[in-house]
């Protein structure tokens, strides 16, 4: 998984809904720190964690999937 391909999708994503980081980390119950780290691709992300941004964001999993190359 190019984590972050994945980061910058899902930053876009809740740009767009209009989340803030803070909002969506505590809405899906992770710290700030973490969400950010996804974002920038400095952590790599769980099927889980993507399972929960993706229904926080009202999104289907593979709209948040960067495209193929």
Request: charged fraction near 30%; hydrophobic fraction near 35%.
């Amino acid at each position: 998984m190019e984590t972050d391909q994945w980061g910058r999708r899902i930053r876009a994503f809740r740009k767009l809904k209009g989340f803030t980081q803070e909002e969506l980390a505590h809405q899906i119950g992770i710290p700030v720190s973490a969400l950010g780290d996804v974002e920038r691709g400095y952590r790599p992300i769980t099927e889980k964690l993507l399972q929960q941004i993706a229904e926080a964001l009202q999104v289907q999993v593979d709209e948040l999937s960067p495209p193929d190359k």
